[in-house]
């Protein structure tokens, strides 16, 4: 297929993720880490730019610093070619001191720069997904319907259709009615237990969207799905492309047909990591003919001794000596010491677990240092006490929080000892000089 010179994409990744907490406490949702070395991000950039579509503005707002700082590492410019883009746009408050109002407003506050490079098309899209997809059918689909709007639908369950937008269509696809998270809905044409919901990917003509931005701006309205496309339906041609019809080059016959995943909670999270693992999974995250893109990795090769390895990712600069993995994915740098049990675990940059502890149904953040002997996701109540734990049991463990409690401990014990009194040494983080050399080679 030829290249897409007159389509602009604008990526939505101004999300808080407030449902991700404590995951999102220092980083934004798309920045969250997935796998063994991608971001939530990833997806959608690397679908674009699989797609050809190669000027893309990544609109930012809340704690977007790790995200700005990925973004520079992996979507350099030379990567892809000259005259390509991946440009991270902050608030520009250019009317006023105020931070973006919703997905329209953000796009909004940018409108000269879709006036300045004049595109035919824009597509505008999300970027809390986990999924393929060959944004070209969407648009040839687009032109073939002659519509002024396209919006990406999947079928959903009728329980889940208040956390989307949910479209009614005709026969020939176009949108009869658009409704925001609703909390009951009819069922889509054919089925009895589904609805057609919206991802929030959309492809608009230039001109339709340039003309609406401006009415809604007019009315105080922000937001594509709340005010936008439900007037829009009255108003202009708008239809839903079934993504169900997408192909992607090189997926496997064991693979979920259509598979996606909004990863806004931390139970989707969690369980679309384990969609990823062994010989046949739902969403297989290596495919030659359409890549996931990462950032650059300096980090040495993992090394394992011994131990007993089940369904598992151990990632670039990881060490396992004599561990149990089962169902465990390790980031970069990670060390799992002697007699250390991982279960259904998502274990971050730089963390360490000690000799003996067991872990279960956890997501460890960067740069923990799980005592050892330690137990995590074995008694939730006690968990409850001292962690996030969600209510069907994952227990989330912030970023560094075990570093902060070894360093306490330590201050505490050795800080003005009575006299005559014993002073005893407080747990210690194991260093090893191996585990030293990976960490010194991981990046952030």
């Known amino acids: ?84 883009f991946v440009t991270v746009v902050p608030p520009q408050m250019r009317n006023g001191p105020e931070w973006f109002q919703g997905t329209a407003d953000s796009v909004y506050q940018n409108i000269h720069l879709i006036e300045n490079f004049r595109p035919d098309i824009v597509a505008v899209f999300g970027a809390d997904h986990i999924y393929r997809m060959d944004v070209r059918q969407m648009i040839d689909f687009h032109k073939a319907s002659r519509a002024d709007v396209s919006v990406a639908t999947l079928p959903v369950e009728l329980a889940d259709c208040h956390q989307f937008g949910v479209v009614e269509i005709d026969a020939d696809h176009r949108i009869t009615d658009f409704k925001e998270k609703p909390k009951t809905t009819q069922p889509m044409p054919g089925s009895t237990t589904h609805a057609l919901a919206s991802m929030g990917n959309y492809i608009f003509n230039a001109d339709v969207l340039l003309a609406a931005l401006k009415r809604a701006h007019a009315t105080g309205e922000s937001d594509f799905g709340k005010h936008i496309l439900p007037k829009m339906v009255q108003s202009h041609r708008l239809v839903a492309y079934d993504f169900n019809t997408n192909i992607i080059p090189g997926t496997a016959p064991y693979e979920e047909h259509g598979y996606w995943r909004d990863v806004g909670t931390i139970d989707a999270y969690f369980d679309a990591h384990f969609d990823t693992l062994g010989a046949t999974p739902r969403f297989r995250m290596t495919n030659r003919e359409w890549p996931i893109y990462a950032s650059p990795d300096p980090s040495e090769s993992a090394q394992i001794e011994n131990g007993a390895i089940n369904r598992s990712v151990v990632g670039s600069g990881c060490i396992v000596d004599g561990a149990v993995l089962d169902h465990a994915m390790l980031r970069r740098a990670v060390t799992v010491h002697r007699d250390a049990k991982l279960e259904h675990c998502i274990v971050m940059e730089r963390s360490v677990i000690g000799p003996g502890a067991h872990v279960r149904r956890a997501i460890i953040d960067q740069d923990n240092q799980i005592p050892a002997g330690e137990r995590i996701g074995i008694d939730l109540e006690a968990d409850r006490k001292r962690f996030h734990v969600t209510d069907s049991g994952i227990v989330v463990v912030p970023a560094g929080h075990f570093s902060t409690v070894n360093q306490l401990q330590q201050h505490r014990l050795t800080a003005d000892p009575v006299p005559g009194a014993t002073t005893e040494s407080a747990p210690q983080p194991v260093a090893t000089p191996i585990a030293a050399q990976a960490v010194a080679g991981a990046s952030a």
């Open 1 to 84: 297929m030829p290249s897409n010179k007159n389509v602009l994409a604008f990526v939505m990744a101004g999300g808080e993720g407030s449902r991700l907490h404590p995951l999102t406490a220092d980083r934004c949702k798309p920045a969250v880490p997935f796998n063994g070395k991608h971001r939530v991000v990833d997806f959608v950039l690397s679908n674009l730019i699989n797609s050809d579509i190669f000027s893309i503005y990544l609109l930012v707002q809340y704690k977007s610093q790790s995200l700005i700082e990925h973004v520079r590492t992996a979507w350099t410019l030379p990567r892809f070619g000259p005259d390509h």
